[in-house]
């Protein structure tokens, strides 16, 4: 793929690495692909072909599902250009059988049956792991998944918090807490030890981080505890306005930085999605984004959480300078992967060259695949690999920062070390 | 110009091709330049030279046009270094006979009277038509502009509507309305009337798009029909408000967007200029922004009219990433050129590359001139053809995602097809 | 360092150039570090080492200097990837007879004793400068300096204002306006009267700037004499509500425009920064930023002093196209080097190619070093150069646009041309 040799070097030493994935959404008990299906109903291509004019019948739930991958094949073409396209083609390539360099509708047949084929093989999950040459894969979970029924040291526990923070004040969030933990939530009391409860679970079952989403507009800040109860109490009686309801997603945020804390756990921040801009869309392609937002806006919980490191996303290429001043300022601030809306090469570019070249190398984390199932890692992090090695190549080696094998050790830190060292694996 | 090979000849290949430019400000019934005086009276270059320390009293209408050109000539040394800088030196090499890739005040004299002598040719729309290779050009045309004495086939009629939007509160654009369309707008009621009007004379003209330029701070919603009539009252009475202004100004917007709708018409969103910021400037040269913009303040109109396509232009780099984003989800965000202060090269390079990494290739309409003037079409589209062919060379073809002449078709796709399909010209 | 040809043959050009150093915090009293203690203690290293995991203990004024450097340097491979870590190795190498490419705790005593033996020769400065290149040398001087006691022609004044600005609340402030002016600022007339003083002293001993820096928020306007008058009361009688306070700051930044009318200065605006943001930092650690921030703040500055000429620096990158724009638009609007966080190849790359494409090309101050010890001058203009003959190569020489010795004169003119026009030097 790199047209320039020493590039090409770099990256072919990349290659041979084995690197952990800090954030995925992989289900571990149906890791990889049951079918073609499972990989073109990414959202990727599901909204990038309706935002290329794809009409949304072909995507209910009884469509069938050959017929949804030929309709889907069929809008491809449309998409040919995208790094997202490079990504499922390379798939084929890896994992199909397929040699062409473009899909069309008339390929469905042969790829759903070399799928049907290969992912029905009870060794396809080891294949596919084997293959992509990763070992740890972090998860996404539910606050009251039992984490059961899966090999917790190559699939890594990740307490996903965005339901307590933002929906407690749905009844169904507040019983499945109170199910999960034996503890109603009615005030900041109850609430810390159902929290507590969580940790205390998840660390046990070899939970590396705890995670979240976050608005653009979101800006935390310590609530007052009989503030934080009072508004525990308005939500239980269905009467919370949005200030109040606002109050009490920075109580519990706040209370989970306390609980990273006490239990020595990461706390990944991803920051800047608005969740239904297009109310429209396609399942899961409706968010968006606001770029007026700042890091400042957590200033307060960087300084009251000396101790937490804080390995943060950002959507948007011109908040990576902020990104990367404050994690040069503060010690607890990580940079984290190419998220979504930046996960594009022309952004990972000139975001990982600001990174490298500002932020101490011991806090870069590269990249992570946020993967649905198994299969997208491979390409996600060949795409990054193969950036990687540019950056290496122009503006370390050529500009006489580095040897060649300083450049490697340096990739190997950013791909696999600094993941290993920040969350303990 | 180019000097790695591969981009030279994919520039090759998009030089040969005829295309659309769908923004312009050429006067249809006056569209070449008559006199150097036209050329470089344009607002880059009074605007530059008098950013460069140029007083402005050879701007005056009463100043001799040869003379305000030799001062012109005798300030633009200092900028000598700006892309605007090379479009003319473009023009007197491609126009004028002109061979040096400097001008001074000294060539004064051998300019003006080339130009005298070509300009003046009975045949030379045609000729600078021919050389250009353009084939349509759109228009900005007056709301009361009577679209007669021109072919519409080649300049194209297209509605701007910042006068109606923002300048209603003007008894003089109110008048105009009602001599345009014999209604006073004097409630929703018959704004609407109006407004259709306009639309039924533009459409039966050929009009193919609507338009509009908006400020950084513009956030547009429904206006209950009331309300608004509330508004045009307070406006004819000269008693608005700023805020009753401002409801105004987002009642007239929606409603132009239901005509675009009614009227299949795309709706041009140019975003984020802020008008007489340097209120001493150069004549159209007073305008700025406040980067502080996003595009989640259209959110509202995006999920309102999915019927209404909107090729939206930026004013900044960082903006470009909103729009890429919003065109990947939303079916109806286009984007569109490179706009105002992000038409400069390294912007382009930087946002054309996340376009076409990004979206799908039909959403993209790759550029277009603003021009005031005939001649300016040429280099401009020259300009952006060479980055255009120096992405399609290294972040496509070198990366192994097109061949050659697959890399020229995704250019002919955004130079030309992507404008005919999406204004049905 | 450059592998590129081209680039490398107009860096050695650029590099025979003297420059001038248009901003630094140089004590032209003790200019030169006088042991590695000085260049170790600079604060990108003392921040990026805790930022990487440096205890602050280390940092006590009383602990033993060259133990300080054995910590640091032992810390430094964390951040050996940084931009700042190769000025520390050019100076190791250019000052220091260091031949390696990369330091450890072990090259102490052989750094320490080479420092020692070459800081103490009385004729260190004088070799630090003439091997540097540089003329003329900016300083950053208090309001009460006495400017006694060095060569102004070498070391050029520059008034800063920062503290009068933001902190005539400090009672410390105020006494030490009073006894440098002989007035007591308790009203608008008598803050005039003072700040006159002021200017008269620094212009007189050859002052050729008023600088200042300012956080994002900053929105300065003119303020009523009598309600300044009344704000000072406040600030006097320690009444000033945080309201009054930013009006205060208001009314004496828009005084100190006049002045620089008044007086013929240049105003240095250094837009952007929020002190103290990481609390618990390292000395000059502790300042960060919010991208929420608009030159649209500084318009009716801009329009009010028509005269006065503003070298503006910024923040952040996607702040540089406003101030590339703004630069474009106002004739008094300079752009001016690239500061602090922005100060990074990859954003100095970014931000001068689009300086260089939109400028005119006498309004760009291309570079100043920001240093606190002469050492640090070198291997950041040596950076800067770099960088700027790779831009001049690629965007300008490769396009055409320029002869390679257009090219080094553009060169000169943003490293020492400009500034000498500028601020008249």
Sequence with gaps: MLADRLARDLYTELSKLPFVDPHSHIDPRSAPARSLDDILGYHYYTELSHSAGMPQDCLAADFEPKERVRTLLSWLDRIDNTAQYRWFIEICRSFLGFKADRVAASDTDFLWSQAEKRMSQPTWEEQVLKQTNVEKIFLTNDFDDSLEGFDTA?????????????????????????????????????????????????????????????????????????????????????????????????????????????????????????????????????????????????????????????????????????????????????????????????????????????????????????AYKLEFILPKFDMFRQLLAKTLADDFVRTGSCTESQAVSLGQQVLCANSKAIFRV
């Excluded at 339901?163 to 005030?187: I, N």
């Design 154 to 370: 190559r699939y890594v526990p990740c307490l996903r918090t965005d339901d307590l923070v933002f929906k407690l004040d749905d009844p169904k969030v507040r019983e499945r807490l109170a199910k999960a933990t034996g503890v109603e939530p009615t005030d900041a009391g109850m609430l810390r030890q159902a929290i507590g409860t969580l940790f205390q679970h998840f660390v046990r079952k070899g939970a590396k981080a705890c995670a979240i989403s976050l608005p653009p507009g979101f800006a935390p800040t310590k609530i007052d505890e009989t503030v934080l109860s009072q508004g525990l109490l308005d939500l239980a009686r269905g009467e919370a306005t949005s200030s109040i309801k606002a109050l009490v997603s920075w109580g519990v945020f706040w209370m989970l930085a306390e609980h990273c804390q006490e239990f020595d756990l990461p706390f990944d921040l991803m920051i800047g999605v608005n969740r239904k801009v297009y109310a429209g869309g396609v399942f899961q392609g409706q968010d968006l984004f606001d770029q007026r937002t700042s890091l400042i806006q957590y200033a307060d919980l960087f300084n009251a959480f000396a101790k937490v490191l804080f390995p943060i996303s950002v959507l948007t290429s011109s908040q990576n300078q902020e990104l990367v001043s404050y994690a040069w300022i503060f010690p607890n601030v990580i940079v984290n992967g190419h998220w979504w809306y930046s996960n594009i090469p022309t952004f990972i570019q000139r975001d990982l060259t600001a990174r490298l070249q500002a932020v101490p190398k011991t806090k870069i984390i590269g990249y992570y695949s946020d």
